[in-house]
């Protein structure tokens, strides 16, 4: 069964600090994709990222960050200088990459609520 | 462009009454998907519709829940008969085809029954 677990249920930092969310999944498929997403107060979800199981290599946006490590089956999201902006709730999903008709639909975590203090 | 959009963005409905739930996904984008989000369930998958295929409805929790795709675009999700257990915001999204493609999701219907 797929699932992904996202232990920090809330966090809170200072302004200009780093941030890293955990994000750890489960799944018995070889080919799969890793998302990220948030969801600020205003409640729509903003896709981040999509990456697929083959590709290991760590990805900088800005002052995010992901890291992706098969090993131990976890694709944590990095925040470097958080800003009050980047308060939201983010959510770390998983889906199977079948095709020929097959959903692809995401598996969600339960969701990190980052709150960042001025 | 237009990104999701979806209507009502609330709706406050009585235990018993039926309701209907609208999503107009991103222009071109054929596959289109229903969440639900709610307190003690998280975020969870409902229905998936791709181009002609059909649905998957694999999520949908009772028979109370049906959707429907018309014209391979605008989708209107119906719960019959309402229960206070279905209350949570109903979300939807779509990506540009099958495949485990990047979903664009709309702002919600928060549905509450009374």
């Known amino acids: 069964a797929q699932k992904v677990t996202q232990a920090q249920t809330e966090i809170s930092v200072v302004e200009k600090e780093d941030v890293t969310l955990d994000c750890v999944y489960e799944?018995?498929?070889?080919?799969?994709?890793l998302f990220w997403y948030k969801q600020p107060p205003s409640g729509e979800l903003v896709f981040l990222i999509r990456?697929?199981?083959?590709?290991?290599q760590n990805e900088i946006s800005g002052r995010y960050s992901w890291n992706f490590q098969k090993s131990t089956s976890s694709f944590n999201f990095t925040i470097t200088a958080s800003q009050v902006v980047d308060s939201a709730v983010y959510f770390c999903?998983?889906?199977?990459?079948?095709?020929?008709?097959?959903?692809?639909?995401?598996?969600f975590g339960t969701g990190t609520l980052l709150a960042v203090q001025p | 462009g237009a990104g999701v959009s979806q209507s009502p963005s609330n709706k406050v409905t009585e235990k018993g009454k039926d309701v209907e739930l609208r999503c107009d996904p991103i222009s071109g984008h054929t596959a289109l998907y229903w969440y639900r989000q709610s307190l003690g369930q998280g975020l969870e998958f409902l229905i998936y519709?791709?181009?002609?295929?059909?649905p998957d409805k694999s999520g949908l929790p009772s028979d109370r829940f049906s959707a429907e795709r018309t014209g391979g675009s605008v989708s209107t999700l119906t719960i019959q008969r309402t229960q206070q257990e279905d209350s949570a915001v109903y979300l939807c999204a779509s990506s540009w085809g099958g495949g485990a493609l990047e979903q664009f999701f709309g702002p919600g219907t928060r549905l509450t029954v009374l």
């Open positions: 999903a998983l889906s199977e990459a079948r095709y020929g008709g097959a959903t692809n639909k995401l598996i």
């Open positions: 799944t018995r498929d070889t080919t799969y994709y």
């Open positions: 519709f791709q181009g002609n295929s059909a």
């Open positions: 990456r697929n199981s083959f590709d290991e």
